[in-house]
């Protein structure tokens, strides 16, 4: 069974940072590349950054491009969001996902605000 859980988030103030973790299970962690997606009430998921198997590539949604660095351990089956000048637009739930396997877990919620 496929597990994704999300940890890290919490509320913080205008130019502050968070680390944001996801623990995955159940498929073959290392042959993936794995993205971080947020959602807001009302709005689809919205692509934030990804990641490919190896850390060969990485790529980010312009919003984030300079502030948010994706990272993972495949020892450790973990992949990381390191936020950085957080805005208050940044507010959402965030979650992250396996590219071809479409399970998500339960996100965790990031608060920017003053």
């Known amino acids: 069974q496929v597990q994704l859980v999300e940890s890290g988030g919490a509320l913080v103030q205008p130019g502050g940072s968070l680390r944001l973790s996801c623990a995955a299970s159940g498929f073959t962690f290392s042959s993936f590349t794995m993205t971080w997606y947020r959602q807001v009430p009302g709005k689809e998921r919205e692509f934030v950054a990804s990641?490919?198997?190896?850390?060969?590539?990485?790529n980010y949604a312009d919003s984030v491009k300079g502030r948010f660095t994706i990272s993972r351990d495949n020892d450790k089956n973990t992949v990381y969001l390191q936020m950085n000048n957080l805005k208050p637009e940044d507010t959402a739930v965030y979650y992250c996902?396996?590219?071809?396997?479409?399970?998500w877990g339960q996100g965790t919620q990031v608060t920017v605000s003053s």
């Open positions: 990641i490919t198997s190896r850390s060969q590539w990485l």
């Open positions: 996902r396996a590219v071809g396997i479409n399970s």
